[in-house]
């Protein structure tokens, strides 16, 4: 298994300003989405990602630069599209996080929380009241060992079944994406390219 191609936040603004930009998927949710992204990138959620991957691959067949936040879900998606036969398939490392960092300019909507945030927020919370509410009923403790255990869990297999769940909650949705409109933006014309920093 070949490790995946990343490239630095530079280095896509570079190639965004090329004859021949490549294509940015977006893999975060659509709420994520929504409050910050790449101008001229598309929405791509992971999830929809892989239930639709068959029908989007066949729309992809020029060089394909992949985003999340951080760069996990990108990793995923790659994997996945690797899978279906895509070579041409880039990283940003670091994310949309990194981008923003270096200075790259982001179109902005309603701001949200990004679902590690949020999961850091139930986790800790869940924990937190599970172990005072074990001085009255000891037997909680076990709720926050089932956390800690399912945290660890998400480390190792770098999954997340509590990022996935919130990822699904209406505040998390913006607007709609679906297959059937993915796959018409991508058949449509290319959007407008960023202008850089």
């Known amino acids: 298994m070949t490790a995946p191609v990343t490239i630095d936040s530079a280095e896509l603004s570079d ?8 294509r940015v998927l977006d893999v975060r949710t659509p709420g994520e989405f929504e409050t910050a992204h790449i101008a001229g990138s598309y929405n791509v959620p992971l999830d929809l990602l892989r239930e639709h991957r068959d029908e989007i691959v ?9 985003i999340c936040r951080s ?10 599209l690797r899978k279906a036969g895509l070579t041409n398939v880039h990283i940003l490392g670091g994310g949309i996080t990194a981008w923003e960092a270096a200075g790259f300019a982001v179109s902005r909507g309603r701001q949200r929380w990004d679902i590690e945030r949020q999961v850091r927020l139930v986790a800790g919370s869940i924990v937190l009241s599970s172990v005072l509410a074990s001085v ?38 913006g607007a709609a994406c679906d297959a059937q409109s993915i796959v018409s933006q991508l058949t449509g014309p290319c959007p407008a390219q960023p202008k850089g920093r």
């Open 15 to 22: 190639r965004l300003t090329s004859p021949v930009p490549p």
């Open 58 to 66: 066949k729309h992809l067949d020029e060089e394909i630069v992949l």
């Open 71 to 80: 760069g996990q879900r990108a990793t995923q998606a790659e994997e996945d």
């Open 136 to 173: 009255v009923a000891p037997k909680l403790k076990w709720v926050a060992a089932a956390i800690g255990g399912g945290l660890t869990f998400a480390s190792l297999t770098n999954t997340c079944a509590m990022g996935m769940a919130l990822a699904k909650l209406p505040y998390n949705r």
